[in-house]
């Protein structure tokens, strides 16, 4: 897109400005796809999107804000991201609460948005530097889970997360929001192929344990016999049915969480934190 000046002055940007119309198209996968951009939204997502604009980061991120829509009241409260975000160089257009909320696919918008270059990093960058711990999500579907397992991961200290199969797309709106910020913080890869991303993960040095709800040996017993010492790649499956057969054939351990109570099981996310923490610690 063409750059204007980082202040936008006049009447503020409505649903039908032209600009707004052209990012509106970023809530579909194919036109994220095609322009390499896509939206992510709320105020901490643009803050972490802005605080990182073209500067050297600690994991390797290329992170590019093409502009910043905000509406008045988004622009009054966050007053910090529109000044960061100007003093950048990155353009930043009020908008109508209508027009954000067009660029928006939530019941509640939050009045702030950012365009944002596609952060794509291949698997061998991720193995490349020695990782200790990854996230490798296997044909997870749900966006709010494949979101908040990125954020598990940056916060338990993650090298990166491998979307493998047919997992959703990192850009989704719902994923970008899930991760709140964390997506500008840890590398994430696609993986098209799991078992060849396990294979490579192997190669590069980590054990690789699978999640299963079924396993005979549950974290407690791999915790208190030191399995989690080693570099690890966790995988978690898909949220109906688990991890495929031939992929939790490839892991060289199969671990279940201990359920102490009465429940039946746990969300995806909540296990992928439980497992990421426990290897956390273990390499403390």
């Not at 797309?169 to 994923?175: F, M």
């Not at 970008?176 to 991303?197: E, L, M, Q, T």
């Not at 688990?242 to 909540?270: C, F, K, Q, W, Y």
């Amino acid at each position: 897109m063409a750059t204007p000046s980082p202040t936008q002055p006049g009447q503020p940007l409505t649903e039908r400005s032209a600009r707004v119309a052209s990012s509106r198209k970023l809530l579909r996968r194919a036109a994220r796809t095609r322009e390499g951009a896509f939206l992510a939204e709320g105020p901490q997502a643009v803050r972490e999107a802005v605080a990182f604009h073209g500067r050297a980061h600690p994991r390797g991120l290329r992170v590019h804000v093409d502009e910043v829509y905000a509406d008045p009241q988004a622009s009054d409260r966050h007053a910090d991201i529109r000044r960061n975000a100007v003093a950048a160089g990155i353009p930043v257009h009020q908008a109508t609460a209508k027009a954000l909320a067009s660029l928006s696919d939530s019941v509640t918008p939050q009045g702030i948005v950012a365009r944002c270059a596609v952060l794509d990093v291949p698997i061998a960058d991720v193995l490349a530097n020695g990782p200790r711990l990854l996230a490798v999500p296997v044909d997870v579907r749900d966006p709010g889970n494949a979101g908040t397992i990125a954020r598990c991961a940056d916060a338990a200290g993650a090298d990166g997360v491998v979307l493998a199969g047919e997992s959703v797309d990192l850009y989704n709106p719902k994923t970008v929001r899930a991760s709140v910020g964390s997506i500008f913080h840890i590398p994430a890869a696609r993986a098209a192929d799991p078992a060849a991303a396990v294979n490579a993960i192997r190669d590069a040095g980590l054990q690789v344990i699978a999640t299963e709800g079924e396993a005979d040996l549950d974290l407690d017993e791999l915790i208190d016999r030191g399995g989690l010492t080693p570099p690890t790649a966790w995988l978690f499956g898909n949220e109906a049915h688990g991890l495929p057969d031939e992929i939790a054939e490839l892991a060289d351990v199969r671990v279940r969480i201990p359920i102490r109570g009465l429940a039946e099981s746990l969300n995806l996310s909540t296990a992928a934190a439980i497992c990421l923490f426990a290897s956390a610690r273990a390499h403390r």
